[in-house]
Every structure is written in C-alpha cells, then in structure tokens.
C-alpha cells in the first residue's frame, strides 16, 4: 500500500465508530455505469448511519452555494480560487466504439484516419484533436450530439455511428459482442477522475469520510 493510501486509511480509521448525517454528492450521468457506483455501495455498506444523497446531471453543477459536499468530475474546473480542493482518485481509458452492423458495413479501419468517412455520435465535449492526436486533421462527421450517455448509447446501438467513452462503461457489452471496439490498438487519452470539495471542510467531515475512503478502496482504476 502506498503511503497516500496508508494515510487514508489512518485518517478512515481515526472517524467515530458510527458517523451519521446527509452527505450530498453530484457526478456526471455516465458515472451510474463506472467503477464508482461500487464506491458508493462500499462506503454504505461501511457507514449505514450516513445518508447518501447523489444527484446525477448532464451539466456540471457550481459547487459555491449549490449545497453540495463533494463533486465528482472528469476533470477539475471547480477550482478558480482556494475555496476548493481537488484529490485525484482514479482514471478511465477512453475508447471509441460501435455497434456490430455499423462496423461491419464500413471497410475495417487501420488507423484514426481512416475514421474520417465515419459518422460520430458525440456525447463528450472532446476535440477530436484530443481524440486522434494534433496531427490528423480530417474530423469525422458529427451525426448526432446528445449530453446524455445514456441517450448517446442508444443512438449508437441503433447504428447511427461511433462514440467516444471510457473503455470501463462498455467493456462488459464489448466482451459480450453486443458492441464493436475500433482501433482496440489506439492508444487513446486517459480521463483523471477526481473528488472536489470545499477547502474548509472539517477532517472529521462526512466530505473527508467519503473522499478518503474512495481513495484507499480504489473503486477506480489507477
């Protein structure tokens, strides 16, 4: 175990013996399909006298005055002054993918580029730039943009065309053949996942409790 790691633990095991209370948490749609939502099951389980109460959205929630305790995001933007602290606790690997009938339609791709004269459903604010690299500069089309995964997924099952998502959402249906990995060779970029909460919370809060004990059980991968 890490130091860091060794730390949490310290800091999980110095807690009361049965801390109670709300503790509110909002994260973005896709995470109800990630490593995170054992997390939550975990840190329940731990401490049954802590109400979780989490609040999923597509748009990303201002922490100042929103009532939130602790935020979970893909990257930090809460930040803009030292009211907020931001503690890395994972990462996904991106990956693009699709449904079988849609990629067995087209000539099997052996490079990013070749994506170029395929349709892309988006469902992140990512460049493609960011996607393929600086170096290739024919984008694909955008056929559809939806803010929702869930919604952006089924486009995709109905195959309209690819998405781009963390690897770890769609593994599962992946090995289970229901979608098509393009490019499993790519090396994509990793997303860095952290827990943001205020500055000031108190160590013994429930902000700390949580933050602490997602980073020492590691639901995430690192």
Not at 103 to 126: H, K, N, Q
Request: hydrophobic residues 40%; contains cysteine.
């Amino acid at each position: 175990m890490s130091m860091a790691a060794a730390d949490g633990l310290s800091a999980v095991q110095r807690r009361a013996d049965r801390p109670s209370g709300t503790l509110k948490i909002t994260a973005a749609t896709p995470t109800a399909h990630s490593p995170l939502v054992e997390n939550y099951t975990r840190f329940s389980a731990a401490y049954p006298d802590v109400h979780l109460d989490i609040h999923l959205t597509d748009s990303n929630v201002p922490l100042e005055g929103s009532g939130f305790d602790v935020a979970i995001r893909g990257r930090v933007q809460d930040l803009d002054d030292s009211s907020y602290k931001a503690r890395k606790i994972g990462q996904l690997q991106l990956c693009i993918f699709a449904a079988r009938t849609y990629a067995d339609a087209r000539p099997r791709p052996t490079s990013i580029e070749d994506l170029s004269s395929w349709d892309w459903v988006r469902a992140r604010p990512i460049p493609w730039a960011r996607v393929a690299g600086p170096e290739v500069q024919q984008e694909p089309r955008i056929v559809m943009t939806a803010d929702n995964y869930t919604l952006a997924r089924k486009f995709v099952e109905d195959g309209l065309g690819f998405m781009v998502e963390a690897h770890e959402l769609v593994a599962q249906d992946i090995r289970a053949g229901r979608l098509v990995q393009i490019l499993p060779d790519k090396a994509l970029p990793e997303i860095d996942i952290y827990a943001i909460y205020p500055a000031n919370s108190p160590k013994d809060s429930l902000a700390h409790l949580f933050v602490d004990h997602i980073t020492v059980h590691r639901g995430f991968p690192r």
